[in-house]
């Protein structure tokens, strides 16, 4: 249990505090941010934050891992995990809120579970799928469109621009692209599988 694994589980545990602000409507919450007819409530604020914090963590246990030698099989295990973990979390919640479409969302966690699997077949074989570009590409958008959504479009939403709709409907083509291309690049993992 080195530190960027204790990192990731944190990642995990800011789950659920992240949900409760999204979801649970507790009357001591303060007013609306309200500036020039643009309206962001407090908890949406304070999930963006708690959010934005929770993804910058990916990044931080993964440098730490590589810098200092400590990737071990947890890590492997729970870092991808606790990645797709927060995004699904995040979206159905998004879609309970009624800011995306129930579609959107099972194509994106849809994808992110299925190469989760396919991570998980490769680790049986002793072999390690890398994160393409796609893939790299896929995460930031992800995290920019579910930014974006988080805080009512600000500050597009004073110019007209719908950044949050083009973001999260970037971030599905992407995930699709990304998905076909991991699985098609690791095609040679899956030809033992169900064989017996």
Known sequence: MNLPNRITIARICLIPVMMIFLLVDFDFYPEPIVWEGFSLPFNQLIAALIFILAASTDWIDG??????????????????LADKLLVAAVLIS???????????????????????????????????VAAGNSGKLKTIVQIVAISALLINNFPFVFVGIPFDRIAIWAAAIITIYSGVEYFVKNKHLLRGVGAS
């Open 63 to 80: 440098y730490l891992a590589r810098k200092h030698n400590m990737i071990t099989n947890l890590g492997k295990l729970l870092d991808p």
């Open 94 to 128: 998004l879609v309970e809120m009624g800011k995306v479409e129930s579609w959107i969302v099972v194509v994106i966690i849809s994808r992110e579970f299925a190469v989760t699997g396919l991570r998980q077949i490769a680790l049986l074989d002793g072999a390690v």
